[in-house]
C-alpha cells in the first residue's frame, strides 16, 4: 500500500500550472550546492499493519505505557482527563482552529479563547490573562522581559528553586541582550533565601516558583512584601503545576504582579514532552505592556454579543520594534483542552483533586521517612518532594525501572549538591496500593 495520493496525472497537471516541465525544473530555484545529490538512506517500505506492528514494538521499549507506575513529575505531570475533553476536542470545528487573523468571521474560536481567559483569570486571582503561549517556560521568560517594559530597568532575578529548564530558556532569551539574570540561592528548608536580595541594586522584576521545582510551597505572600519594598519590583510567580491553586493561595491573592506557568495538567496528555501550554495572566495596569493576543468581548451595532481581538501586540499586526514579543504565539488546542478541563471540574472538583494529589503525596513522604528516607527540606509541599536515599539508589532505580517502577527524578545533574536525592510525584493516577508497593521495594 503507497501512501503518496497523486497519480503520475496529477503530477503532470500540477507542473502544467506551476510552468515546469518536471519535478527537477520546480525546484531549479534552489542552488546547487544546496541540494542533495544522493539517495536517502531509508528502510524498505512496509506495509500498514506491518508500520503499526513497529511502531508498537518501538512504544514497548518506553517507560511511559498503562502498565508502568510512572513516580515522576519536574514539570509534567499524568493526570486523568475527562472522557468530555477527549470527545469534545475531536469535533473537526475545534481540532483544526487556528487563532484567526480575521476575527470579526470567527466568533467561535474568539468566545472559547476568551472563557479560557475567565477561567485562567480566577484560577490564579489576576486581572487579565492572555490568550496563552507556548509553554510555562517561554512564559517566565516573556514575563521577565515585561517587567522590563514596565519599570524601564536592565536587571531581574530568577530564584534557583524554579524549574531548571525554565531558568535555561530565560537565559536563551537574555542572551543577546544587554539586560542581566541574577539567581537567588536555595535556603536549607527548600525555599528561596530573599535575604540579600535588598544588595542587588534595582530590579525590574524577581520571579520565584510555587510549587517550586522540589515540590515546596513558597510563602508568596511575605515574598511580595519584601519585593514590593521596591515599588517599581514587579513580582513573579511561575509554576508547572496549576492545579496547586485549587488548594493553595492564588498567585493574584499573594500580591503578585505576573502569573506564569505551564498548563499541561489541565486537560493535556504528557504525550511525551509536548505540546504544552503556557498560561500568563497580570494585573490590568500592565496590559500594554503583556505579550500575546487578547480577546474580549463587546456589542455589534445591533446590541448583540461579539467577541473581537482586542489587543494582539506582536510583530503580525504592529511595527515590529514596537511589539511585546516576536517570537510568540498562542497554543489555540491545548487552551481548548484546559477550557473544557476547567469547566468539567470546576473550582469544587479542582479543590477536591488537589486535596487528593496532596494527600496521597503526604502519605508516600511519610511511609518513605518512617522507612528511613526522609526527605532534606522541611517546608510543605504539594504534590511532589525530595527524598534522599542510601548509597547505591541509581542501581535500585534500574531494578525498579524492569519492574515497570519508575521510581522518581535524581536531581545531580541540576542541583550536584543534592545528587544523592530523587524528586518524587504523586498524583490521582497513583493507588494506596502503588505507593506501598514502592515502599516496599526501595526498603528491601
Known sequence: MRYLPHTQE????????????????????IPDDCRRKDEMNLPDPLTEWELNGHMDRLAAGMGASSAYKVFLGAGSYNHYIPETTRQLLLRGEIFTAYTPYQPEISQGT???IYEYQTL??????????????????SGLAEALLMTI?????????????????YRKVVETYFAPTDFEVIELPVGADGLTDFSGLSDLGEL????????NFFGCIEDLEAAGQTIHADPKTLFVVAFSEPLAYGLLKSPGACGADIACGEGQSLGIPQSFGGPGL??????????????????????????????????????QHIRREKATSNICSNQGLCATAATMYMAALGGTGIRELSNLNRDRAEYLKAALADAGCASPFSAP????????????????????????????????????????????????????????????EVTR
Open 381 to 440: 509541599t504539594f504534590n511532589e518532594f525530595v527524598v534522599r536515599f542510601p548509597d547505591g539508589f541509581a542501581d535500585t532505580w534500574q531494578a525498579l525501572l524492569e519492574k515497570k517502577i519508575v521510581a522518581g527524578l535524581n536531581l545531580a545533574p541540576y542541583y550536584p549538591e543534592l545528587a544523592d536525592c530523587w524528586l518524587m510525584c504523586v498524583t490521582e493516577t497513583l493507588s494506596k496500593e502503588d505507593l506501598d508497593a514502592l515502599v516496599k
Open 278 to 315: 503556557g498560561m500568563f495572566a497580570a494585573r490590568q495596569k500592565y496590559v500594554r505592556t503583556m505579550p500575546g493576543r487578547l480577546i474580549g468581548k463587546t456589542t455589534d451595532k445591533d446590541g448583540k454579543t461579539g467577541f473581537v481581538l482586542t489587543l494582539a501586540t506582536r510583530e
Open 120 to 137: 485562567v483569570c480566577r484560577l490564579l486571582g489576576m486581572e487579565v490573562a492572555n490568550a496563552s503561549m507556548y509553554d510555562g517556560a
Open 10 to 29: 496529477d503530477i503532470q497537471q500540477m507542473l502544467q500550472v506551476a510552468g515546469a516541465a518536471d519535478l527537477e525544473a520546480l525546484f531549479s530555484s
Open 204 to 211: 525590574a522584576g524577581v520571579a520565584l516558583q510555587s510549587p
Open 110 to 112: 474568539l468566545q472559547t
Open 149 to 165: 517594559r514596565a519599570s524601564r530597568r536592565k536587571r531581574v532575578a530568577v530564584s534557583r528553586a524554579v524549574h531548571p529548564l
